[in-house]
């Protein structure tokens, strides 16, 4: 597992992008999740195959990397759930800026996690 300093506090270091580093982090900061991890990864492998492409193995890694950045970082995760939240409040100005929101922290983490 790697981190970066300039993150501020991390409940984990951010992981190595593999299948199994991804799933021992996720298992930290969102073991719930863990099922959804499973049957996602079964879904792209299976597409991989049908495809012949690994294309989608490597779409899932992106995808949970970035999950989990979110989720290891506080900061970001309170963000994203505050963002997530806002989204179908009454009025338009507050959902629309949540929409924005919830886009910025998912730019974020993919270029944390892309390097």
């Not at 490597?58 to 950045?69: F, G, K």
């Not at 949540?98 to 892309?114: F, N, T, W």
């Amino acid at each position: 597992m790697s981190t970066q300093a300039d993150h501020g506090h991390e409940l984990v270091p951010r992981p190595e992008q593999t299948p199994d580093a991804l799933r021992a982090a996720l298992a930290v900061v969102a073991p719930g999740r863990l099922p959804e991890m499973q049957r996602t990864k079964d879904e792209a492998f299976a597409k991989a195959v049908e495809w012949q492409s690994l294309s989608p193995v490597q779409s899932w890694v992106l995808a949970w990397a970035r999950d989990i950045e979110i989720a290891r970082l506080p900061i970001l995760s309170a963000r994203y759930t505050h963002a997530q939240r806002s989204l179908e409040h009454q009025d338009p100005a507050v959902a629309d800026a949540a929409l924005r929101e919830l886009s910025a922290v998912l730019d974020e983490a993919m270029k944390a996690v892309r390097g």
